[in-house]
């Protein structure tokens, strides 16, 4: 069994920046891909960016790509999403996601298979 904590959110200026942090705990965590998706109310679950275990590669929405970069510390158990010139239109509800190998689609969410409680960021005009 995994948990996954978001934390980082909050209230921030347009053209700002957030960076989210996501803590993973249990003893079945490895080689997990993590992944980062948004909802914001009254629109379905978005991708955002995801990453897998390990090497270089990297998955981004074109709405973030240049903006968010994902990164991870496997050592930490730890994932994070720096979110730079932040928009409104990034206003949503953040949560991580950790998926076992081998993985699926990683812009999925339905691929999934822990999910966090989510973390708010709002972003005023």
């Known amino acids: 069994q995994v948990r996954l904590v978001e934390s980082g959110g909050g209230l921030v200026q347009a053209g700002g920046s957030l960076r989210l942090s996501c803590a993973a705990s249990g003893r079945t965590f490895s080689n997990y891909a993590m992944g980062w998706f948004r909802q914001a109310p009254g629109k379905e679950r978005e991708f955002v960016a995801a990453k897998p275990w390990s090497g270089s590669s990297t998955y981004y929405a074109d709405s973030v790509k240049g903006r968010f970069t994902i990164s991870r510390d496997n050592g930490k158990n730890t994932v994070y999403l720096q979110m730079n010139s932040l928009k409104p239109e990034d206003t949503a509800v953040y949560y991580c996601?950790?998926?076992?190998?081998?993985?699926?689609?990683?812009?999925?969410?339905?691929?999934?298979?822990?999910w966090g409680q989510g973390t708010q960021v709002t972003v005023s005009s």
């Open positions: 996601a950790a998926e076992r190998y081998p993985y699926g689609d990683l812009r999925a969410a339905r691929t999934y298979d822990y």
